[in-house]
Nanobody, 122 residues
């Protein structure tokens, strides 16, 4: 089993940047894909991006503003978010899959972190 812990959320002004991170521990060698999702109050969990096999696929709503980076030595992935919009306010979750593939549905991920809150002020 892989354990995921997000951190780095916070309050940011609209248009500003934020870089939450997700640290993995445990059976990290069994992780073949990582994803980020977000969930705003009263809304369904929304796909943000997925990484697998060296490829990152972004949701249209974040493309060109969000970037995934990895530090394999630390088993940590980072979500660089630029030009944040008010509608980007949500709890951000990282997730892992034990099989490869660029999947975008939350039910296709096996393991989840507890989430980190991102608040965007106008």
């Amino acid at each position: 089993q892989v354990q995921l812990v997000e951190s780095g959320g916070g309050v940011v002004k609209a248009g500003g940047p934020l870089r939450p991170s997700c640290a993995a521990s445990g059976r990290t060698f069994s992780t073949y894909a990582m994803g980020w999702f977000r969930q705003a109050p009263g809304k369904e969990r929304e796909f943000v991006l997925v990484w697998s096999g060296g490829i990152t696929y972004y949701a249209d709503s974040v493309k060109d503003r969000f970037t995934l980076s990895r530090d394999d030595n630390k088993n940590t992935v980072y979500l660089q978010m630029n030009s944040l919009k008010p509608e980007g306010a949500a709890v951000y979750y990282c997730a892992a899959r034990s099989s490869p593939g660029l999947r975008y549905k939350s039910q296709e991920f096996d393991c989840w972190g507890q989430g980190t809150q991102v608040t965007v002020s106008s």
